[in-house]
C-alpha cells in the first residue's frame, strides 16, 4: 500500500513560480513510477508529468519547457517545478503512483493517488 500527501499549492502571479511535493510512504517508492495530474473545473484530468523509477520523464506539452519533475528516493519525495505561471494552469494537482516502474502516461495506469491541491494563478 501506498500513501501520498501533497503539499505546496497556493495562489501566484502569472509568470510566478511554485513547487508542490508528493511525500510517499511505502517500501517500494524506488520502484514505483510517478505521476503529477491536474483537474480544472469542468475539466477532465489530465497527464502533467511522469517520471520513471530511473528518472526518465514525459511533458504534456502545455507544460514542456516550464515545469520539471523530479524525484528524491531517499527522502521518498516526487516534485513538480512549475515555472513561468500561466492562468490556465489553475487546478487542482495530484500525486500519483504507479505500481511500476515505467512511465505512465493515463490516469488508469496509476495504482495510487494523493488528495490533491489547490493551484491558483491569477491574471
Not at 9 to 23: D, K, P
Not at 40 to 50: N, S
Not at 58 to 68: E, I, W
Request: with cysteine.
Amino acid at each position: 500500500q501506498v500513501q501520498l500527501v501533497e503539499s505546496g499549492g497556493g495562489l501566484v502571479q502569472a509568470g510566478g513560480s511554485l513547487r508542490v511535493s508528493c511525500a510517499a510512504s511505502g517500501p517500494t517508492f524506488s520502484t514505483n513510477a510517478m505521476g503529477w495530474f491536474r483537474q480544472a473545473p469542468g475539466k477532465q484530468r489530465e497527464l502533467v508529468a511522469a517520471i520513471t523509477s530511473s528518472g526518465l520523464t514525459n511533458y504534456a506539452d502545455s507544460v514542456k519547457g516550464r515545469f520539471t519533475i523530479s524525484r528524491d528516493n531517499t527522502k521518498n519525495t516526487v516534485y513538480l517545478q512549475m515555472n513561468r505561471l500561466k492562468p490556465e494552469d489553475t487546478a487542482v494537482y495530484f500525486c500519483a503512483a504507479r505500481g511500476g516502474w515505467s512511465l505512465g502516461l493515463n490516469a488508469d495506469d496509476y495504482n495510487y493517488w494523493g488528495q490533491g491541491t489547490q493551484v491558483t494563478v491569477s491574471s
